[in-house]
């Protein structure tokens, strides 16, 4: 059974930092696209940062400069630092994997985020 595990989220003041890890059992790792999503109360789920396995990323604009996606296809781990925090940052953030053919998508269950001003 395919399970991805978020972890790192918690509480930060304005400009701080926060790294947070998924961990990802029983999926071929390389295979995949993976991902950070967040979503905020009332708003919708919003992709954050994507890495593939040959280690190419995209980042939405308003993380650029902040926000760095990496992952090690050794630990089959994917972690995203987030560096200069705000607090329109606060969310739920998740880890997505979607298979690089097939398209299968796979979710963590979210680790909270929340930025104090």
């Known amino acids: 059974q395919v399970q991805l595990v978020e972890s790192g989220g918690g509480l930060v003041q304005a400009g701080g930092s926060l790294r947070l890890s998924c961990a990802a059992s029983s999926l071929a790792f390389d295979n995949y696209l993976m991902s950070w999503y967040r979503q905020a109360p009332g708003k919708e789920r919003d992709l954050v940062a994507d890495?593939?396995?040959?280690?190419?990323?995209n980042y939405a604009d308003s993380v650029k400069g902040r926000f760095t996606i990496s992952r090690d296809n050794a630990k089959n781990t994917v972690y995203l630092q987030m560096n200069s925090l705000k607090p329109e940052d606060t969310a739920v953030y998740y880890c997505n994997a979607v298979h690089r053919f097939y398209r299968t998508k796979y979710w963590g269950q979210g680790t909270q985020v929340t930025v104090s001003s």
């Open positions: 890495i593939n396995s040959g280690g190419t990323t």
